[in-house]
């Protein structure tokens, strides 16, 4: 064999080689569908599954397991991380601490009503939202809780022509009372009116009342109260109240 046929057949034994590595370092392309794995059975007792794992689990900080707001139903998910893929039904929660002092979202992954995964909020790094949209989430769940609300059949009309309605926030009672003669929207809080808004629409389903910066709704129906600001927006549930309760 001459010493050119030896360099020729060197080169394309090297070029199988690499051919073989790179093949070998090629990121494995993911299944192209999940018949094969098993997410285990729809977790109907999931409140109680994630109580008695955290009951279980002691926390450095005592929380609030009495009173956890569960976001959503269970749902498929896959959990996915740099090495693995987790299966099961996901749970996204809101769970504040015995003192009140630290409400956190949690995620909780389970299969076959065992939590085989479990991630929270660690003050400043969040949630990702690929795992729980809380923000979404609670708005959901809220504006639905809210739905359930039974609708008041009655209205009581004073006098005046005022009809009443209170309204409970988070950690608040919002008070207004509104005329659909003069068309007012009064806000009144300790006794003492601190708004007027102008009604602009008034119908069976809805009560729409704005001022300079402010827009108020209130569905008539399922009573959520939305109240928007130039930055801001609140909820509150509402129904309609006497002029006097005692």
Do not use: W
Not at 53 to 72: D, H, R
């Amino acid at each position: 064999m001459t010493t050119f046929s030896l360099l020729k057949t060197l080169r394309v034994v090297c070029l199988f080689i690499c051919l073989g590595l790179l093949s070998a370092c090629a990121t494995p392309t993911k299944p192209s569908s999940t018949d094969n794995v098993s997410f285990g059975k729809q977790p109907t007792d999931y409140q109680n599954i994630v109580k008695t794992y955290l009951q279980n689990k002691p926390t450095k900080t005592p929380l609030n397991i009495q009173n956890i707001e569960f976001l959503n139903e269970p749902n498929k998910f896959i959990y996915e991380t740099f090495r693995q893929e987790k299966f099961g039904y996901r749970v996204c929660t809101l769970i504040n601490t015995d003192n009140n002092n630290g409400l956190r979202a949690h995620f909780f992954l389970i299969n076959d009503g065992r939590i085989i995964q479990h991630s929270q909020d660690l003050g400043l790094l969040a949630l990702s939202k690929k795992i729980c949209d809380v923000d979404m989430l609670t708005s959901n769940n809220r504006a639905v809780n809210a739905a359930i609300v039974p609708a008041v059949v009655a209205e009581v009309v004073d006098e005046n022509g005022f009809k009443y309605i209170s309204c409970q926030a988070n950690s608040s009672q919002l008070f207004f009372a509104f005329n659909k003669e003069t068309g007012q929207l009064l806000e009144q809080h300790d006794g003492k009116q601190v708004a007027v808004m102008d009604i602009e629409e008034i119908t069976e389903t809805y009560i729409i009342a704005t001022s300079v910066e402010r827009r108020i709704s209130i569905n008539r129906i399922s009573g959520m109260l939305l109240d928007r600001t130039s930055d801001t927006e609140s909820q509150a549930v509402c129904e309609l109240s006497s002029q006097q309760r005692f």
